[in-house]
């Protein structure tokens, strides 16, 4: 692999040594700052070394000291390859030092096969929103059967809170979650409790506010294609080798300075790039290679049901590990919850599709978009079913809403146990959303942090966005730059301990036991298991493994009435038993008959005949 320069800045024996890429510039200074971050007179000037690099040493520098980049005069800018912003995306860069004490010497990863992931906003996830304040929790997510953190975004985006995906210093870890710092002993504390780190990264644009690089150069950017956001990275024009390098650098330094397992890349789809090999095939090698023997997952955000991106590069796919595959919740959304508006259009959520999304993995496999009016999706059942991530809430679904109201909001507890068991009794890679386990309450909204203009008009974009939802009519979309919609959005742990939560959350325990413990819910083939619509509210999923099967009737709605013809099956869960918050009066299996009310899911064991 061609090796990558090093950009920003870093310390180099008793000295730090800066690089600034600044093509079409003719003069670069590295201006340093006190810790009160007003700048210190004079300037270091770099020295220019061809292709637009600058260089400069500054002896007696080390780790913290806060600099900024001066151009042709302009300036001085943040330095985009900072690796810290303790005074916000518009302060100073600081110098880190990347050596920590680390004690995971044992840790080599999660399998894919074995993810079972728990994405979470850290500012929302705990009153203190910190990195270190995850720490306490990190256990009873192991003991819950969470093998893997998916955080959220952290590289520094604007102000003190944000979904992260408005981030402008990608090397740099926000200060309000605690720096650099915070997220190694996050980390590593995660490795100790047997948890996998995976980390949101944005490579499909770069946020408004603290974005300098356009200072440094346009070649950043490209009018050869566009994205929701505007002018896309440049990732195949003039200037691209670098652009590249910029993506690619901050993958590797993730798995290899933070000892991050595994990346999810935010919206592909927009992401650009019509040269060989394609940049998302470039980072997910090079991540791997920077995770130095550890195992290091690639999963990608990407609404098109492109099998090509996690189809092996051998047979001219992109080698990506998996693919967030939305079709699963979309169908369940609209079975359960009977949302019509915008994409849930294209979807029916009968039983029958809702059993071909889960037979395939995804639905549309080319068939033309009622939404778009255009096709979408490839084949998807060639590929492995643990490469498809499926949900039934995430941040968007949640945090898209007008309100950033949960599922628990709209469906019964019946209900919500019926789609959590569809969920982790298949054999594809389940994400859960944080407090997803005891059905939180408490909104995901949509908070930003921006300057006041930008900020006002986020707001009346955020409110004329939902102007014509007819499930939101009359609602009052929270103002997304009021600090108390943001304070709204954390999580309150009190819920856990009233009985309608506690109920939720044994059922989640007790699935997520049954998939990590039972050896036909380990079995993750695609010939390992089928699935299949028994009438119009009832389908059956049988999970086959060398000794029994387990076989899971799923009750969408009313009554379930079937023989197995195996009197010697065994009842292993059943979601409405009182344990579970249920309010069954009688056993739902009796001598291989199963009868029950839905919504509702039994979990019987047979033996392979």
């Not at 940049?279 to 980072?283: A, F, G, K, M, S």
């Given at each position: 692999?061609?090796?990558?320069?090093?950009?920003?800045?870093?310390?180099?024996?008793?000295?730090?040594?800066?690089?600034?890429?600044?093509?079409?510039?003719?003069?670069?200074?590295?201006?340093?700052?006190?810790?009160?971050g007003q700048a210190i007179t004079g300037a270091l000037p770099a020295t220019p070394t061809g292709g637009g690099y600058f260089e400069a040493t500054a002896p007696g520098l080390g780790a913290g000291a806060l600099y900024k980049v001066r151009i042709d005069g302009e300036g001085p800018f943040p330095d985009p390859y900072s690796r810290a912003q303790p005074l916000g995306v518009h302060g100073p860069?600081?110098?880190?030092?990347?050596?920590?004490?680390?004690?995971?010497?044992g840790w080599k990863g999660v399998a894919l096969e074995d993810l079972v992931l728990y994405e979470v906003h850290v500012g929302t996830a705990t009153p203190e929103g910190t990195f270190e304040a995850l720490i306490p929790r990190l256990a009873e997510l192991r003991e819950l059967g969470i093998t893997a953190l998916e955080i959220m975004p952290v590289a520094s985006f604007p102000g003190e809170r944000g979904w992260g995906y408005d981030g402008v210093d990608l090397f740099a870890p926000s200060a309000a979650y605690g720096g650099p710092a915070g997220l190694r002993r996050l980390v590593d504390a995660a490795h100790a409790a047997g948890l996998g780190v995976l980390l949101d990264c944005v490579y499909n644009h770069f946020g408004p506010d603290g974005n300098y690089l356009r200072a440094y150069t346009k070649r950043y950017f490209t009018e050869r294609h566009k994205t929701p956001w505007g002018d896309a990275v440049n990732y195949d024009g003039e200037g691209a080798e670098q652009v590249r390098a910029l993506a690619i650098s901050n993958a590797e330094m993730w798995v290899r300075d933070f000892h991050i397992d595994g990346l999810r890349l935010d919206a592909t789809h927009a992401i650009l790039d019509d040269t060989e090999p394609h940049?998302?095939?470039?980072?997910a090698e090079r991540a791997r290679a920077a995770g130095g023997g550890r195992r290091v997952v690639v999963i990608a955000e990407d609404s098109l049901n492109d099998a090509r991106l996690v189809t092996p590069v051998e047979q001219g796919g992109h080698g990506l590990d998996g693919v967030w595959a939305d079709d699963f919740h979309h169908e369940l959304r609209v079975c359960f919850a009977g949302d019509r508006d915008g994409y849930f259009e294209d979807h029916e959520g009968t039983a029958e599709d809702i059993a071909a999304t889960i037979r395939k993995g995804w639905i549309y496999e080319g068939q033309v978009s009622k939404h778009s009016g255009k096709p979408r999706g490839t084949a998807a059942e060639p590929l492995p079913p643990p490469r498809f991530v499926h949900c039934i809430q995430n941040h968007d679904q949640i945090g898209n809403r007008a309100l950033g109201d949960r599922l628990g909001e709209t469906v019964t507890q019946a209900a919500y146990r019926t789609m959590s068991a569809l969920l982790l009794i298949t054999p594809y890679t389940p994400l859960l959303f944080m407090g997803q386990e005891w059905n939180a309450r408490t909104p995901f909204q949509y908070f930003t942090d921006h300057n006041a203009e930008l900020g006002r008009l986020v707001t009346e974009g955020r409110r004329r966005e939902f102007q014509y939802f007819t499930s939101f009519s009359g609602a009052e979309v929270p103002d997304p730059q009021d600090p108390r919609t943001f304070q709204r959005s954390k999580l309150d742990f009190r819920e856990r301990q009233r009985p309608e939560h506690a109920g939720v959350l044994a059922w989640y325990r007790e699935l997520l036991g049954l998939r990590a413990a039972h050896p036909a819910l380990r079995r993750r083939g695609r010939g390992d298991f089928s699935v299949e619509a028994i009438s119009p509210d009832a389908i059956r999923i049988e999970r086959r493994g060398d000794e029994t099967s387990v076989i899971a009737l799923v009750a969408l709605r009313g009554a379930l009435a079937v023989d197995l013809g195996r009197p010697e099956a065994r009842a292993l869960a059943f979601s409405e038993e009182p344990r579970f918050g249920g309010a069954a009066q009688r056993a739902p299996l009796e001598r291989g008959r199963a009868a029950f009310e839905g919504p509702a899911a039994l979990l019987v064991e047979v033996p392979r005949s």
């Open positions: 692999m061609k090796a990558i320069r090093t950009m920003g800045a870093w310390i180099e024996g008793d000295a730090v040594r800066f690089r600034v890429w600044a093509p079409d510039h003719d003069r670069v200074e590295i201006v340093t700052y006190g810790e009160d860069s600081a110098v880190d030092d990347p050596s920590f004490a680390w004690t995971d010497a940049i998302l095939r470039e980072i």
